[in-house]
């Protein structure tokens, strides 16, 4: 499919805080197998509070780990509860550094801007999503768990078996959130951050097609109660909130965000998310 990244070029100051970066990550083998390590920079102690006050101010409900030991606790034991199943596995390095699997496959973030991503990697993105929120999290009192950042470069895909899994574990949602505000926030996020990646057919098609396969097998009670609650987030932005819109549809201009917002409301106003099939 076409794709609409190439070209365009956001303003020095987003560039700026786009570029900021907590952690940093490098590959290490160990007893025959690879991991990513990932340890918090010398910097990240001033940033983090920079950025919790920016998410705070523009009403984005995730937080940056403050706590070394809280960050990397949270890191594990996501990628743990995640994919410890198929016998991945993560642990804390004597570096205070984390140490995670590498899953086989690659991120989505990359085929989608270049208009290659295909249907299959969508839906396996979504499915994957949908799995996750229903595995209970003990740090969430048992409560379904969730990601915080939900983004397409945050999905690996593994062709050979048709599968996505989830990385990247450096945020949570806020303390307190209940379980479908969050979930509600995470497939949010995982189409709002498609939206400047196509025009705007394909990328409603797109999306239809993510929401479909999300809520495959869902209740109509949830498929209801989580459209109101995407409903809540699909308005246009206000304040400095704007920023953080910018930054996350690759600075797709204001009137073609603006009316990709209001196409995908036209499209769930009134309707269950099955209303909204696959193309």
Known sequence: GESLIAGRRPPATF???????????RQEERDGRIYWVKQRRISSRAIIPCANAFFAFAQNPIVVWASHHDWMRWEIDSFL???????????????????AGQLPGFALEAPAK???????????????????HQLPCPALNGEGWSHGDAHLD???????????????FEVAHRSGMPAPDRHADDLFVMIQGTMGYWPLEQWLAHARL????????????????????????????????????????????VSERNARIAALRAGLNGHTFTALSAP
Do not use: C, K
């Open 210 to 253: 993510i929401l479909s396969a999300y809520f495959e097998n869902a209740p109509a009670i949830e498929r209801q109660q989580l459209t109101r609650l995407l409903l809540d987030r699909l308005a246009p932005p206000t304040g400095i909130s704007r920023v953080w819109w910018s930054i996350r549809t690759d600075y797709l201009p």
């Open 81 to 99: 509860l995640l994919h410890s199943g198929e016998g991945y596995t993560a642990f804390a390095g004597a570096d205070r550094s984390v140490w």
């Open 15 to 25: 560039r700026f805080i786009d570029a900021i970066r907590i952690n940093r990550l």
């Open 154 to 168: 945050n999905f690996i895909y593994d062709p050979a078996a048709d599968r996505a899994r989830l990385i990247d």
């Open 114 to 132: 270049s208009g290659r991503i295909a249907p299959a990697m969508l839906a396996a993105a979504a499915r994957e999503l949908r799995r996750a």
